[in-house]
């Protein structure tokens, strides 16, 4: 009865062509280097088995500052580092430019696509016409191809906005990345999804600093520990990190 059952939910999914959400229709991750994409972590990569696979989608959660911008803009790095072309789409304008190139991220290959900072004021349209209009930015980006890694940055956008957010979002997005050379990656404050084949890092981290007064206080870095949840690829672990330095998302 269960296989019954079992055989025609794939069926249905597959006539509303939804078969690719199946584990079975996927194939196993390659494990050759160039179908991964670095965060140019060693301890992470290491626990990765050589970084995010390419043609998923992956997401980095955790609070603010847990360090998951950081593992975020060093995936970027190590893209571009190669040559490679890579975007991020900004929902919040968040990114410091001047923070991306001193962490060595080659600005001339990097497609930034700035939102609006919501503070400055109300955003038109609310919180959730930004991260609508972040999305389909996305989606235009995964669909032109070429992009080695393509980061969505929603790490800023509150949890109520994104648990409107409807779940096949989240299948659109997979199927325009499957197959690809593109690494997608979802910062978010909490798990929202994941394909497959793809990966769930959830950080947690203590900031560090230096100075004995409020005033004279400065961020230098955090103490990250990353869970990687990965039910297919089997590479569950824990890493713990402690280099990284100056950010506060």
Known sequence: MANHALAHLETA????????????????????QSALVATDVAALDACLRGGLP???????????????????????????????????????????????AAAGID???????????CRCGPPEG??????????KA?????????????VLDLADAPPVALKRLPFTTWLRV?????????????????????????????????????????????LTGADVTVRVVSPRRRVDGEVSVSAFANDSH
């Open 174 to 218: 997979q199927r325009i990345v499957e197959g690809s050379d593109t690494a997608c990656l979802l910062v978010s404050p909490h798990p929202l999804a994941r394909s497959a084949g793809g990966l769930t890092l959830l950080l947690a981290g203590r900031p560090r600093w230096t100075g004995d007064a409020d005033r004279n206080r400065h």
């Open 138 to 150: 996305l989606n235009l980006v995964l669909q032109a191809r070429g992009f080695a890694c393509v």
């Open 54 to 100: 390419r043609g998923q989608l992956s997401e980095i959660a955790g609070p603010a500052s847990s360090g998951r911008t950081t593992v975020a803009l060093q995936t970027l790095v190590a893209s571009t580092r190669r040559g490679e072309i890579a975007a991020l789409v900004d929902a919040f304008d968040r990114l410091d430019v001047a923070s991306a």
């Open 107 to 117: 600005l001339d290959r990097l497609l930034w696509i700035r939102g609006s900072d």
């Open 126 to 135: 609310g919180l959730d016409a930004m991260v609508n209009r972040a999305l």
């Open 13 to 32: 999914l597959r006539a509303r062509k939804l078969d690719r959400t199946l584990t079975t229709a996927l194939p196993l991750g390659r494990r050759d």
